[in-house]
């Protein structure tokens, strides 16, 4: 019975989309689903029942998990931005509480943030390209205007050209 309540578990855990690790209350591994195996690049069965320290995956993940582990009597939630090989996770160790306030041990959440890193990186991306964009007709606006307003050009014909040129950019910002 017991057998099928933990494969029952382990089923549930392999369905969400994060990596899941669960630690006792002792820093040793309970369960972890396949999304963070393939994070850790251990296998479930070689790691489960061992203590944190005796993991060797050599990246980040584990690193943040010890620097955290040994005060898991103390209720902890911590959070960090990880970045794994071409991957960026956003990392969380929390202290599992028993119904009776005290601590029973640790789940670690690995959620992949690689394409919401990307696209913030492209919004900034975007957004420079556009202020560069913005700021060069505006630019010339401003110093083609400042010119005729303080009467440094003289001559129907530049006076003309001058407007042309604000005409021509103004219309590229609203193009743009």
Do not use: W
């Amino acid at each position: 019975l017991l057998s099928y309540h933990i494969s029952k578990f382990e089923t549930v855990l392999d369905n969400l989309n994060d990596g899941i690790m669960i630690f006792d209350s002792s820093g040793r591994v309970l369960a972890m689903n396949h999304i963070m195996e393939q994070l850790l690049n251990l296998k479930r069965g070689d790691i489960k029942g061992k203590h944190v320290r005796e993991c060797q995956g050599g990246n980040g993940i584990l690193n943040f998990v010890l620097e955290h582990s040994e005060s898991i009597d103390k209720l902890v939630e911590k959070t960090a931005d990880i970045n794994v090989g071409v991957s960026y996770l956003r990392v969380s160790y929390k202290t599992l509480i028993r119904g009776d306030g005290h601590p029973n041990g640790s789940l670690l959440i690995a959620r992949d943030t690689t394409s919401q890193k990307l696209s913030d990186e492209a919004k900034i991306e975007f957004l420079s390209h556009v202020s560069h964009e913005l700021k060069t007709p505006l630019n010339t606006i401003k110093a083609y205007a400042e010119m005729l307003v303080g009467g440094e050009v003289t001559g129907r014909d530049t006076i003309v050209e001058f407007c042309n040129t604000i005409n021509e950019e103004a219309d590229r910002l609203a193009t743009l």
